[in-house]
């Protein structure tokens, strides 16, 4: 099983970017939660969303409203639509299925 987040890069604050999961070796319908987490420098790894197939999606309060995270099936891939982005959002974003990590995208937003 293999994940790949791609889609991270560089903007302005207010602006808005869309991660993507590439998820191999396993379908993500049969997952029962995905999700993303984030590493800013000198912090612990947090979650920033989950999407579950009993409890549906949930976020890290800092970014409710501006966050979405839905599946495709089709794509078997995971993404993250993260709208009106602002500086504490920088860090590294991982794709997360249980007991696999995927390799990061980095995120950064200028003021």
């Known amino acids: 099983v293999q994940l790949q987040a791609s889609g991270g890069g560089s903007v302005q604050a207010g602006e808005a970017l869309r991660l993507t999961c590439t998820v191999s070796?396993?379908?993500?319908?049969?997952?029962?939660?995905v999700a993303w987490y984030r590493q800013a420098p000198g912090k612990q790894r947090e979650l920033v969303a989950r999407?579950?197939?009993?409890?549906?999606?949930n976020y890290a309060d800092s970014v409710k409203g501006r966050f979405t995270i839905t599946r495709d099936s089709g794509m078997n891939a995971v993404y993250l639509q993260m709208n009106s982005l602002k500086f504490e959002d920088t860090a590294v974003y991982y794709c997360?299925?249980?007991?696999?990590w995927g390799r990061g995208t980095e995120v950064t937003v200028s003021s």
């Open positions: 999407s579950s197939i009993f409890e549906g999606a």
């Open positions: 997360y299925i249980p007991q696999v």
């Open positions: 070796g396993v379908r993500i319908n049969t997952m029962a939660s």
